[in-house]
Nanobody, 112 residues
């Protein structure tokens, strides 16, 4: 059974940084995408970034390109999202997703 547990969210001032983590377990597939998705208050889901397990190629939404970095630690089975130069519009619940499995989400609030 796939389990995903996010952590690392919180309150940060504009221009600040946060690193989200997603501890993953229970995968049987060899190749899969690990993805961060977010949902801002009153809005729909927005894809943020993905990394492919087979080659570690990374992909970013235009809204976060150059500010966010996705990475994974295979030894720890953990996915990360380093978020720099945060803006108020980055405020959202951030979810980790692998195939059809979702984590519980972690709140990121960017405010002065």
């Amino acid at each position: 059974q796939v389990q995903l547990v996010e952590s690392g969210g919180g309150l940060v001032q504009p221009g600040g940084s946060l690193r989200l983590s997603c501890a993953a377990s229970g995968f049987t597939s060899r190749n899969y995408y690990m993805t961060w998705v977010r949902q801002a208050p009153g809005k729909g889901l927005e894809w943020v970034s993905s990394i492919y397990s087979a080659d570690s190629n990374t992909y970013y939404a235009d809204s976060v390109k150059g500010r966010f970095t996705i990475s994974r630690d295979n030894a720890k089975n953990t996915l990360y999202l380093q978020m720099n130069s945060l803006k108020s519009e980055d405020t959202a619940v951030y979810y980790c997703k692998v195939s059809a499995s979702w984590g519980q989400g972690t709140q990121v609030t960017v405010s002065s």
